[in-house]
T-cell receptor
Framework: GQQVMQIPQYQHVQEGEDFTTYCNSS?????IQWYKQRPGGHPVFLIQ?????EVKKQKRLTFQFGEAKKNSSLHITATQTTDVGTYFC???????????FGSGTKLNVKP | DTEVTQTPKHLVMGMTNKKSLKCEQH?????MYWYKQKAKKPPELMFV???????INESVPSRFSPECPNSSLLNLHLHALQPEDSALYLC?????????????????FGPGTRLLVL
């Protein structure tokens, strides 16, 4: 079956440090989305990447889609306590009509 | 209005009970989803409705029965659940189903219903 691996599972950083989570697929993807879920909350859409090698930025967040469209990353520069939560990628393989969620990376930021 | 609402927020039910979860969106979205999320796990897709028709059933046990009365509403009927069915049940909607191209696949999630089966 389809597998979407996401690493690391947990990340503890000091406020101000950078953070990166990676999402890897065994098959070529049509597109990939990233979501953030705060503790006790629900997933909130952050971004969608479609093109090979695409890079998108949202303030301190940088999203990349690999050239082969099999991997993606989310990088946060200078983390803040408001960045705390679990970050999920959701990948749609080519010729599939649904998204597969990665296992998530839980980010904790110490003030 | 970019909101998906779900009721109830919390539900406790016995294994012999029948209950229903409700979801509503008024964004004109044509795809609606039910997900199940256990603690510290990603959301797991259960059902997808496209244009009010069931398009995906991820081999969900028949004790879960979805219903889409109209384009704005999605229900999940529960009957004879097991304790291991306790989880957060999330509803989501998107402008278009995922088989369409060109975007419109952003999923907007509701706050979820926290279900406890005793």
């Amino acid at each position: 079956g389809q597998q979407v691996m996401q690493i690391p599972q947990y990340q503890h950083v000091q406020e101000g440090e950078d953070f990166t989570t990676y999402c890897n697929s065994s098959t070529t993807l049509s597109n990939i989305q990233w979501y953030k879920q705060r503790p006790g909350g629900h997933p909130v859409f952050l971004i969608q990447l479609v093109k090979s090698g695409e890079v998108k930025k949202q303030k301190r967040l940088t999203f990349q889609f690999g050239e082969a469209k099999k991997n993606s990353s989310l990088h946060i520069t200078a983390t803040q306590t408001t960045d705390v939560g679990t970050y999920f990628c959701a990948a749609r393989p080519n010729n599939f009509n649904k998204f597969y969620f990665g296992s998530g990376t839980k980010l904790n930021v110490k003030p | 209005d970019t909101e998906v609402t779900q009721t109830p927020k919390h539900l406790v039910m016995g294994m012999t009970n029948k209950k229903s979860l409700k979801c509503e969106q008024h964004m004109g979205h044509r795809a609606m989803y039910w997900y199940k999320q256990k603690a510290k796990k990603p959301p797991e897709l259960m059902f997808v409705y496209s244009y009010e028709k069931l398009s995906i059933n991820e081999s969900v046990p028949s004790r879960f029965s979805p219903e889409c009365p109209n384009s704005s509403l999605l229900n999940l009927h529960l009957h004879a659940l097991q304790p291991e069915d306790s989880a957060l049940y999330l509803c989501a909607s998107s402008q278009e189903p995922s088989q369409m191209t060109g975007g419109g696949e952003t999923q907007y999630f509701g706050p979820g219903t926290r279900l406890l089966v005793l």
